[in-house]
């Protein structure tokens, strides 16, 4: 896989127009955002995944972008043993992107066990993996 990183350190702001013109300019097969979630609750775990509606550009690409979402998610949760939040279909995720889009909650940082994890490289490396097992699942089937 040839991976663009929109983002390598804090430094530097980027808005989600900006985050899908990079997708859309260099054509990408999948744009993956990945994030942390909170709640106000904090017993709430595991990864959930968000796809784009049908709206504006994203009409066209919500059916695939969901499609590639469940494959990764349900890859995802698997190899990391957490729990597996489902898909969400955001009607305000991305309305710019033009290449299919998902964004990946990878756990909550209002979870004291969740936060405490999240900073740990072995659970970042196990997470990374999910991912990467998911999107070749994806592009290699």
Known sequence: FNVIMTRVDDSKSMGN???????NNNNANLVIRIHCDSADSSSANGAT???????GY????SDI?????????????STVGMKNRGITVS?????????????????????????RLLTSDSYQNKLAQGLCDGISGVFNN
């Not at 127009?17 to 997708?23: F, L, P, Q, S, V």
């Not at 995720?93 to 066990?113: D, H, Q």
């Open 17 to 23: 127009i900006e985050r899908a013109e990079i997708g």
């Open 58 to 61: 994203a009409n066209n690409i």
């Open 91 to 115: 009607q305000d995720m991305t309305n710019w992107s033009k290449v299919p889009v998902v964004l990946i909650e990878m756990g909550f940082m209002s979870n004291a066990n969740e936060d």
């Open 49 to 55: 995944m968000l796809v784009p509606g049908k709206v």
């Open 65 to 77: 972008s969901a499609e590639y979402g469940k494959k990764i998610l349900n890859t995802l949760t």
